[in-house]
């Protein structure tokens, strides 16, 4: 059979919306960018950032391709689990923000990296940062290949040259932009992801008789019936409750991306980090919900409209429902807001492996570097790492967000139990956070699928892939080693003298906003205690057969 | 303490209400239930209407929270502050 060219007839519509979009871009980009004069203008945007604009940031920096494209093409093929999956993504900026985002605030990290060097000192804090540049890579992995694959469509080119041209104007933009370009842009870019995802998306549903097509992420029952009789098993949950407990590494690995706790340092204050919280939460439910609908639309499309979609094409699903159903016009709209998508998030990334390569690592060895060679040093590496993602991007796995999530769960074991346990429990030091990060990122990528396809935990291949397996295994074991690798090494005479127990006890103290240091407070054994009970079960449970 | 404690609580309480909101479909992969609410089949539409709503609602309970939580902080150490303040004045004398 004949695969069908999903692209658009009229090239020069998609062209437009993209040069349009950019040119908007630059233009916020550039008077935003004569503002930055410092680092700190450079990362956090001088955090003076409000909460609306912050939390539609916030929104946008996390909603990307994955979201657009990604996950649309997982529930086309693999149905409602993965909608399960996605739901609990949610929790994030929620989490981040009440376990240890306002604290990393009041002591004013520039990254979490930052709070791991004050904390554990310049050999974890690189291990750490060399760790998050692979996540924040992967990261970007993700949306390069969302990218390439929106441009294949717009500009009716293969693969390549849509990955090369798209991503050499995105990675121009970000370098030339920094932060403070990043966050206003990116509260641009959520308005235009919601309307451009969330109109077309009613459309569509209008066009295959849908009721409830003028609020599509909630109002699409009526096509349910239909659903259920071409495909009975559409909201079968399919896997065991063990698969649905791996999840929760991906809520704990949300906790440790770099680029997305980053938002919460732009925050102006507390109160209003809090309230950015509030609204991303509102706009990422909306998008999310939408998201879900336009899967549900997709396999219904497929299974009762005669829509043929190739596997290949999965991720386009999005794009081909608006070139099936919606005019031509539309579907460019569509395809800027999907570069839109693509665009926040790689500024996230991509600042994200600046500020961890310039400021965690670079300034880390070598202080005396002044300040305006630091701002150029964090501008290369912005450049090379989205150079670094577009050469990756060239052999792609199938779906674009199994690299996205299995970068979720690498930042759950290497950076989230270190920033949790380092906020909340005095007795961890740094020997119990470089044996947690080393030991747990090592693990985890021996048993995903990349590096030794023979050792894995499930043989299933999404669930190996995206790293739910791994994450299971390695996320319990990093937690566990830097609670007993730091009670043990605490109390041994030899090693004590090489610990900076009485500035970590007041650091902690003041981050948490107390001026004085109480010996009781965040240092209870009990709680210690109940974690490593139980994320040993958790790690031996992962061990057992999954039977997917 | 009294601070200290209310900020451990709220903080757990909070973050195990969060997980539960966001990850309802691991309920009822151990507990299925049948039927439709809203012309949706009930495990379908409760984790997402759980996963935006539920989650929204807790974000407005944790932003009112932690800042009261801020303020009983500021509060205990200014009383530390004066505890120690006044204990030192009657060292002196």
Do not use: C
């Not at chain 1, 009670?487 to 004085?516: C, F, M, V």
């Amino acid at each position: 059979m004949e695969e069908t060219m999903w692209r658009l007839d009229n090239p020069i519509l998609g062209i437009g919306a993209i040069i349009v979009m950019f040119l908007v871009f630059y233009i916020v980009s550039y008077i935003s960018n004569r503002k930055s004069s410092s680092v700190a203008d450079l990362y956090v945007a001088g955090a003076t950032v409000g909460p609306i604009t912050n939390g539609l940031a916030m929104a946008s920096t996390y909603m990307s391709l994955a979201t657009f494209l990604g996950i649309t093409a997982l529930i086309l093929e693999l149905q409602v689990p993965f909608i399960m999956l996605w739901i609990q993504l949610i929790l994030s900026i929620p989490l981040i923000t009440i376990i240890y985002g306002t604290s990393l605030r009041r002591m004013g990290a520039f990254s979490p990296t930052h709070f791991i060097r004050e904390r554990y000192g310049v050999k974890a804090s690189i291990i750490a940062a060399l760790f998050m540049i692979l996540v924040s890579i992967m990261y970007a992995l993700g949306q390069m290949i969302g990218i390439a694959l929106a441009f294949e469509m717009a500009f009716g080119v293969p693969y390549l040259p849509g990955l090369i041209v798209g991503g050499l104007i995105i990675v121009g933009y970000v370098t030339i932009g920094g932060m403070a370009g990043a966050s206003n842009n990116a509260a641009i870019q959520m308005v235009i992801i919601a309307l451009m995802f969330i109109i077309p998306l009613g459309a569509i549903m209008r066009a295959m008789g849908g009721d409830g097509w003028f609020f599509p992420p909630l109002l699409y029952a009526d096509m349910v019936p239909a659903m259920m009789d071409a495909m009975p098993n559409f909201f079968d949950y399919q896997f065991s409750p063990k698969w649905y407990f791996s999840l929760l590494g991906l809520t704990l690995g949300s906790l440790g991306l770099p680029h997305l706790a980053m938002r919460i340092y732009t925050a102006s204050n507390l109160k209003s980090a809090r309230k950015a919280m509030v609204w991303f939460a509102f706009i990422i439910g909306l998008v999310f919900s939408a998201t879900y609908a336009m899967g549900f639309v997709g396999v219904y499309a497929t299974q009762t409209q005669g829509l043929t979609i190739s596997s290949a094409d999965a991720d386009k699903l999005t794009l081909i429902l608006n070139l099936v159903y919606n005019p031509e016009w539309v579907t460019a709209l569509v395809i800027a807001g999907a570069v839109a998508a693509g665009l926040s998030t790689l500024s996230g990334n991509l600042l994200a492996i600046g500020a961890l390569l310039s400021q965690d690592i670079i300034t880390t060895l070598k202080p005396s570097i002044p300040s305006k060679t630091r701002v150029k040093l964090g501008y290369a590496a912005v450049f090379a790492g989205g150079i670094i993602s577009i050469i990756l991007a060239i052999n792609p796995p199938a779906f674009l967000v199994v690299s996205i999530l299995w970068a979720f769960g690498l930042a759950g074991v290497t950076n989230a139990p270190l920033i949790i346990v380092g906020v909340w429990w005095k007795e961890a030091n740094k020997y119990g956070a470089m044996a947690a990060a080393l030991v747990g990122g090592i693990l985890y990528i021996i048993v995903s699928p990349f590096v030794f396809p023979g050792i894995v935990l499930t043989g299933h291949g999404v669930t190996d892939g995206m790293g739910l397996s791994g994450a299971m295994l390695a996320i319990p074991v990093s937690f566990v080693l830097l609670i007993v690798v730091s009670y043990i090494t605490n109390r041994i005479p030899k090693l004590q003298s090489t610990l900076t127990t009485a500035e970590d006890h007041k650091l902690i103290e003041r981050i948490h906003g107390w001026t004085n240091v109480h010996p009781k407070r965040y240092n209870s054994t009990v709680g210690a205690a109940i974690t490593v009970v139980v994320f040993s079960a958790v790690a031996i449970w992962s061990l057992f057969p999954w039977n997917l | 303490m009294k601070a200290y404690r209310l900020e451990v609580r709220f903080t757990v309480l909070l973050a195990v209400l969060l997980l539960a909101a966001g990850n309802i479909a691991l309920f009822f992969s151990i507990f299925p239930v049948e039927g439709n609410l809203f012309g949706f089949p009930i495990m379908y539409i409760i984790p997402i209407l759980s996963g935006w709503f539920g989650v929204l609602i807790l974000t407005v309970v944790a932003n009112n929270i932690g800042n009261k939580i801020d303020t009983e902080i500021e509060k205990a150490n200014e009383e530390e502050e004066e505890r120690v303040e006044k204990q030192e004045k009657e060292e002196g004398a």
